[in-house]
Nanobody
Framework: QVQLVESGGGLVQAGGSLRLSCAASGPTFSVNTMGWFRQAPGKEREFVAA????????PYADSVKGRFTISRDNAKNTVYLQMNSLNAEDTAVYYCAAERASHIPTTARDYDYWGQGTQVTVSS
């Protein structure tokens, strides 16, 4: 069973930056795509970005395009989400996800493994 552990969340002022990390452990050889989702209170889980083992990135969600960057270090089995120019609408629990298939999905139901989530709060 692949395990995912997120870190790097916290409280930041509007306009600030945070870098989230997600470390995978277990049979990571089976993992192809790793992605980030987020869920704000009272809202559905929202796709943010994803990246394959071969470092192919999906298009970013429109709400984060130009501000967030996903990257991956296969040697460390870790995926990152650099978040710049944060605003109050970015406040959410951010989840790391991983899947085994060869495609690069953008819907939550297509992911096999999930982290516990890390809270990001942006104060205005």
């Amino acid at each position: 069973q692949v395990q995912l552990v997120e870190s790097g969340g916290g409280l930041v002022q509007a306009g600030g930056s945070l870098r989230l990390s997600c470390a995978a452990s277990g049979p990571t050889f089976s993992v192809n795509t790793m992605g980030w989702f987020r869920q704000a209170p009272g809202k559905e889980r929202e796709f943010v970005a994803a990246i394959s083992r071969s470092l192919i990135r999906t298009p970013y969600a429109d709400s984060v395009k130009g501000r967030f960057t996903i990257s991956r270090d296969n040697a460390k089995n870790t995926v990152y989400l650099q978040m710049n120019s944060l605003n109050a609408e970015d406040t959410a629990v951010y989840y790391c996800a991983a899947e085994r298939a060869s495609h690069i999905p953008t819907t939550a139901r297509d992911y096999d493994y999930w982290g516990q989530g890390t809270q990001v709060t942006v104060s205005s």
